[in-house]
T-cell receptor
Framework: DAKTTQPNSMESNEEEPVHLPCNHSTISGTDYIHWYRQLPSQGPEYVIHGLTSNVNNRMASLAIAEDRKSSTLILHRATLRDAAVYYCILRRSGYSTLTFGKGTMLLVSP | DAGITQSPRHKVTETGTPVTLRCHQTENHRYMYWYRQDPGHGLRLIHYSYGVKDTDKGEVSDGYSVSRSKTEDFLLTLESATSSQTSVYFC?????????????FGNGTRLTVT
């Protein structure tokens, strides 16, 4: 599996935008970029995924670099509820499984 | 929440006893997964299923077996529980014909083996 690299932790203030980076320099053409988050004492929660184009949904935006070697998850206005561990994962088309790394712990201050 | 129910939510058992964890879904999704999560190791795949009676091993399958006799239920069995299997276990489901879509996770089962 292609690997991803994320910062161990990031901090943000409430109501400010948050940009969570992810590097995936060995990504292949059939790898989809997935983001999940895990709140304390809960299971992981799907956030967003994409292949080449930027994606938006009600939770976040995903910005994918033109060469696809990096991506950024954008939370437009952080809330205290967004404090979680965020995982950037590559899912290869045709493969059933998902491999989690250590993720980025996002701390949100009031 | 996706219709995923894990049972039990908490269990304490003794070393050497058999334990079965259940994952029940109401989404009629084809794929089901069992992960475990431990401090310092993150989430690791134990087994997964790609249809009724079709299962395969993940990266940490030793000491675990699974069964899927119907679409909605995926059982994880520890034949003889050990203290190293103390963990939080998460079930996940996915319905993605091209296997690129999202996984949806349950709320977990906290298992303690004493």
């Amino acid at each position: 599996d292609a690997k991803t690299t994320q910062p161990n932790s990031m901090e943000s203030n409430e109501e400010e935008p948050v940009h969570l980076p992810c590097n995936h320099s060995t990504i292949s053409g059939t790898d989809y970029i997935h983001w999940y988050r895990q709140l304390p004492s809960q299971g992981p929660e799907y956030v967003i995924h994409g292949l080449t184009s930027n994606v938006n949904n009600r939770m976040a935006s995903l910005a994918i670099a033109e060469d696809r070697k990096s991506s950024t998850l954008i939370l437009h206005r952080a809330t205290l509820r967004d404090a979680a561990v965020y995982y950037c994962i590559l899912r290869r088309s045709g493969y059933s499984t998902l491999t989690f790394g250590k993720g980025t712990m996002l701390l949100v201050s009031p | 929440d996706a219709g995923i129910t894990q049972s039990p939510r908490h269990k304490v058992t003794e070393t050497g006893t058999p334990v079965t964890l259940r994952c029940h879904q109401t989404e009629n999704h084809r794929y089901m997964y069992w992960y475990r999560q431990d401090p310092g190791h993150g989430l690791r795949l134990i087994h997964y299923s790609y249809g009724v009676k079709d299962t395969d091993k993940g990266e940490v399958s030793d000491g675990y077996s699974v069964s899927r006799s119907k679409t909605e239920d995926f059982l994880l069995t520890l034949e003889s529980a050990t203290s190293s299997q103390t963990s939080v276990y998460f079930c996940a489901i996915s319905e993605s014909r091209d296997r690129v879509g999202p996984l949806h996770f349950g709320n977990g089962t906290r298992l303690t083996v004493t």
